[in-house]
């Protein structure tokens, strides 16, 4: 009876002791040392030790052959062949990871991937397929279009290349500002609409909703109206003339007071559908879309009427429960002389955005003078924290239409661990990371080289992206001459203290770890200045927000070294610059240690205070707020603000490993609560969708920076 | 007296920033208090001329601007702290005339005699009244229970939604008496 061979995957084929001669010649040629008659003699011997067996396994045929070729003259082919079945072991097992990653969406028992985007619920069909082809293209991507060299550093965690189920598989880019007004002036054509400029404003927000529908399915990032007061105020305008001549026609005794009330009556509404719908939409890419509105520097009365409609529209609520919203992102512009103080004219919208931030977290703000001076101009970030730089075009600033082209982030506590305390291999170290790291990011850039406008027409023919391409026309001229920019960013340098210098004090009341840091990142910022000038593109230095990367990096690093007191024994590294959150201090000394970062890191960042419910004291709310204008760009006020249906409690769930509960009641049925926590520069509902595990860990051990409450 | 706890910026007892000192020692024992631990007399630091300057100080940081300060506890009313409290708040009115002093006692006012009506003329805002459970309501802003008053001793916050005056409660008991 002939032999089967049984193969690795389980399938049988027929002995042939020929194959297994090829075998050892293919290595014999690899080391230039061929001889056919011993290759024949050792298959045959080989065959001949499997006599009467009846099934064998490939794994025994191979060992046999290597145990032969070992006690042979041949010790050397023995190595090549060894090697040789070593990356058939790789092969195989990197094709079956894209098997298992698929086994573990289709069975949902792969908590890393179904939790990995706090905005994306990954029980429904939609996401699936998102996620599916999010695993493909992540395959696809490391296995054919990437150097070795990056996806060697992006597995064994000493960067990340962020959004790998995007980019580059498709030729896609991160986050933008949105040209709204540009769009809205001048048309646009979506699906099968010709869409002209509105004539109100209830038209023109379910326009502004349509454009984010289309323009988020064709980025991966946050997108972002900048100025949205500003840009929607002429619409405004046109609702207001409208009612004054429905006042005429019917001879109303009070025209204009008439109108005016239609009209702030039509605009509330207007940005309440505004704001359901953003909060109902599903994106090509699975995901209720990144929106971020920035406003506030408007003074007429179209453009307060339109700051003020975004603010109560979010006190307000969504549904019967009055859930709060979370999105979009609210980003609010305190500038002096406008808004800031009791005196200036505007000073009424920023005690309603208090009283909001209280009530709803939302809106942050960004302080005008600050974002000008460590960004070079004034806008709204895209996304949640990314910046652009100033940029001309004909002697213009621009901002609308600009965008961000990705992101991939360095692991700095791993060189630290790996430095050992021995700073100049730090710096070696980093530096070397740092040339991986603008490989990376090229293929990045390189990915848009030769694509054409309309792979996205929404984007680069239609006008979001500023200039109105044609189809067959290249959309590289969009991103050069730092016009786009392209973001280097880190993470963890609370742990990278910790790792060079040990855990025994804290970088806040230490200034030998404070100018260390500031070394560090000032080191990264001379780098990004040096890609600038080399390549033209608009490299910039990013504090890295990491939702997921937090607890992915500090995993890897954890197997490798351990658990390192202060480092990797948390479950999660620190965001960027950010003081650790359990380190306790006041929020104005937190302002004070971070307000240094900004400036150097201007590709993206914010920051953020603990605060508990201040919803009867907003006067101190205000102090903070008031405190930050000189300190940071851009800060962000976290307040407790979760409920329960079940017995009314509203304030702060207590936060365990296994979820989040009702301090008064126990309730933790996600069903009958609202929890709202901020899990990037955006909010999350965790108990609708949990955070992955390092998030959760984060979010358990954050510490009020001003609660007074006695112990 | 001894200070069970300091808090040199603190944004949840009363309005603004404020610093707000716990101090030790009640007898009152409203079951449910927020802070049992306040009940004896022996815990936290003693009361010196150093934990004086501490807090006149931070009151006086131009960084963090504080509003005022907050005196709770612990009774800072009860009459085995009554010298230490007038001690330290005579000492801020002086110093800083225009920041505001908020009192947490467990006492009515209708209760108060002698040097503790005497302290209140430092004050600006005296809370009032023990803390009973079954008044407890947690939406109410700067008070556990409906029971306890808000009263504005000065102008300064007379006309807030939750405060009340001297002559507001007068005239209420001359109405239930009448």
Known sequence: ?711 | MRILQYHPVDVINGPGTRCSVFVSGCEHRCPDCFNKASWSFKKGEAYSEQIKQRILCDLGDQRIRKRGLSLSGGDPLHPRNLAAVTDLVEAVKTQYPDKDIWCWTGYRLEQLEGAQLTLLDCLDVLVDGRFEAEFKDARLCWRGSSNQRIIALSQRYANEPYSCTIADISKRQTRQTQ
């Open chain 1, 1 to 711: 009876m002939d032999k089967v061979v049984i193969k690795r995957d389980g399938s049988r084929t027929p002995f042939d002791v020929g194959r297994i001669e090829q075998a050892i010649l293919k290595a014999m040629k690899a080391c230039k040392r061929v001889s056919e008659p011993d290759a024949k003699h050792i298959a045959l011997a080989v065959a001949e030790e499997l006599d009467g067996r009846e099934q064998v396994a490939i794994d025994e045929i191979q060992a046999l052959v290597e145990r032969r070729l070992m006690q042979s003259y041949f010790k050397d082919v023995a190595r090549r062949y060894i090697e040789y079945r070593h990356e058939r072991d790789l092969e195989r097992e990197r094709s079956s990871r894209l098997t298992r990653e698929i086994q573990g969406l289709v069975e949902q028992n792969n908590s890393e991937l179904l939790n990995e985007n706090a905005n994306k619920d990954s029980r429904v069909i939609p996401t699936q397929r998102d996620l599916l082809a999010g695993i493909v293209a992540r395959h696809f991507a490391k296995t054919q279009l990437l150097p070795k060299a990056v996806v060697e550093a992006h597995d064994g965690g000493f960067l990340h290349y962020h959004d790998l189920d995007y980019a580059p598989f498709f030729p896609m880019f991160n986050c933008m500002l949105v040209d709204l007004k540009g769009m809205l002036e001048n048309g646009f054509k979506m699906g099968n609409a010709e869409i002209e400029s509105p004539k109100s404003i209830s038209t023109a927000c379910s326009v502004t909703a349509q454009i984010i529908a289309q323009v988020a399915s064709h980025i991966y990032g946050g997108t972002t109206i900048n100025r949205i007061d500003e840009v929607l105020a002429p619409y405004v305008e046109l609702s207001y003339q409208k009612h004054v001549a429905t006042a005429e026609r019917y001879k109303i005794a009070e025209a204009e007071a008439y109108a005016k009330e239609q009209c702030e009556k039509e605009c509330y509404n207007a940005f309440q559908a505004l704001e359901y719908e953003i909060n109902t939409l599903h994106t090509s890419n699975g995901q209720t879309p990144f929106v971020t509105f920035g406003f506030g520097l408007g003074s007429s009365w179209q453009e307060k009427l339109i700051q003020r409609c975004i603010l109560e529209v979010r006190r307000a609520g969504l549904g019967k429960h009055k859930k709060t919203a979370v999105f979009p992102k609210l980003v609010f512009a305190m500038k002096r002389g406008l808004n800031a103080h009791p005196e200036d004219p505007n000073y009424d919208i920023k005690r309603l955005a208090l009283r909001c931030a209280s009530e709803r977290m939302y809106p942050d703000i960004l302080n005008y003078e600050q974002v000008v001076e460590v960004t070079g101009s004034f806008k709204t970030p895209m996304g949640c924290r990314s910046f652009l730089s100033r940029h001309e075009e004909q002697g213009q600033e621009v901002h609308e239409g600009r965008n961000n082209l990705g992101v991939v982030s360095l692991n700095l506590p791993r060189l630290a661990l790996l430095a050992k305390g021995n700073m100049d291999l730090f710096y070696k170290l980093l530096h070397g990371n740092l040339e991986l790291a603008f490989e990376a990011l090229m293929t990045r850039v390189d990915r848009l080289r030769h694509v054409k406008a309309k792979v996205a027409p929404i984007l680069y023919t239609e006008g979001a992206c500023g200039i109105r391409l044609k189809p067959e026309d290249s959309v590289f001229s969009l991103f050069e001459n730092g016009r786009a920019s392209v973001s280097l960013g880190y993470i963890g340098l609370n742990e990278v203290c910790n790792a060079l210098l040990g855990h025994t004090v804290h970088v806040y009341d230490c200034e030998q770890r404070k100018a260390l840091v500031h070394e560090i990142v000032a080191c990264m910022s001379a780098t990004i200045e040096k890609w600038k000038q080399q390549t033209g593109l608009g490299f910039s230095l990013y504090a890295t927000p990491s939702e997921n990367l937090c607890s992915r990096f500090c995993r890897i690093d954890s197997k490798d070294f351990g658990l390192i007191p202060g480092v990797t024994d948390k479950g999660y590294y620190t965001n960027s610059f950010h003081l650790d959150v359990q380190k306790k201090v006041n929020p104005f000394d937190k302002l004070d240690f971070e307000k240094t970062f900004p400036p150097l890191s201007s590709g993206g960042f914010i920051c953020y205070g603990e605060y508990p419910n201040l919803q009867h004291n907003l006067d101190a709310l205000e102090d903070v707020w008031d405190y930050s204008y000189d300190c940071v760009p851009y800060y962000g006020t976290n307040t407790p603000i979760d409920e329960c249906y079940d017995c009314g409690f509203t304030g702060e769930f207590d936060c365990t490993s296994k979820g989040f509960c009702c301090p008064q009641c126990g309730n933790s049925d996600s069903a009958r609560v609202s929890v709202t926590r901020r899990v990037c520069g955006y909010l999350g509902s965790p108990d609708a969708r949990p955070f992955n595990d390092g998030k959760q860990q984060e979010v358990l051990r954050r510490v009020k920076h001003l609660d007074a409450e006695p112990a």
